[in-house]
């Protein structure tokens, strides 16, 4: 047990040294972590694609400063309802002159949903791409 009494006025002010100097270095910690990655990022990605076909995700990512960010990690993960009906390639890249890109293709109708990790998970986005039928007509059907 800590016995800090007015009798001991220099164990007391360690104790608040201590404390503070703690404080301070893990703040300190803790804003370094959250400012190393930060990126503006962009999703590029159509509203819909037809069933069958696979469709591009283009994923921009810059710097603070606005520069093109390179070698960054970008991970995507589809929704869970889709794992076996749906498949992003790759799962994972880096970044190359500020862009990243995964094709999706799925084999049942419907809105697949798309998680984009940027950096080491600090920066998260949420998109989409809806799977429509072919709408080209019945085969020998009249115009």
Same mark, same amino acid.
């Given at each position: 047990?800590?016995?800090?009494?007015?009798?001991?006025?220099?164990?007391?002010?360690?104790?608040? !040294?201590? *404390?503070?100097?703690?404080?301070?270095?893990? @703040? $300190?910690?803790? !804003?370094?972590?959250?400012? +190393?990655? +930060?990126?503006?990022? @962009?999703? *590029?990605?159509? %509203?819909?694609?037809? !069933?069958?076909?696979? $469709? =591009?995700?283009?994923? #921009?990512?810059?710097?603070? $400063?606005? =520069?093109?960010?390179? /070698?960054?990690?970008?991970?995507?993960?589809?929704?869970?309802?889709? %794992?076996?009906?749906?498949?992003?390639?790759?799962? =994972? @890249?880096?970044?190359?002159? /500020?862009?990243?890109?995964? #094709?999706? #293709?799925? +084999? *049942?109708?419907? %809105?697949?949903?798309?998680?984009?990790?940027?950096?080491? /998970?600090?920066?998260?986005? #949420?998109?989409?791409?809806?799977?429509?039928?072919?709408?080209?007509? =019945?085969?020998?059907? /009249?115009?």
């Amino acid at each position: 047990m800590l016995n800090v009494t007015l009798r001991n006025p220099l164990r007391l002010c360690a104790l608040i !040294l201590s *404390l503070v100097l703690g404080v301070f270095v893990a @703040t $300190q910690t803790s !804003l370094a972590q959250s400012t +190393d990655e +930060d990126y503006n990022v @962009t999703i *590029l990605v159509p %509203h819909s694609t037809v !069933l069958g076909q696979s $469709q =591009e995700i283009v994923v #921009r990512v810059r710097t603070l $400063q606005g =520069e093109p960010a390179q /070698g960054i990690p970008v991970r995507f993960q589809l929704d869970p309802q889709w %794992h076996g009906d749906a498949k992003i390639v790759p799962e =994972e @890249t880096t970044t190359q002159d /500020g862009i990243a890109r995964a #094709r999706v #293709r799925a +084999d *049942l109708i419907g %809105h697949v949903g798309v998680t984009v990790r940027v950096g080491f /998970g600090t920066v998260l986005k #949420r998109t989409g791409l809806l799977f429509v039928p072919f709408s080209g007509g =019945e085969p020998g059907g /009249g115009a």
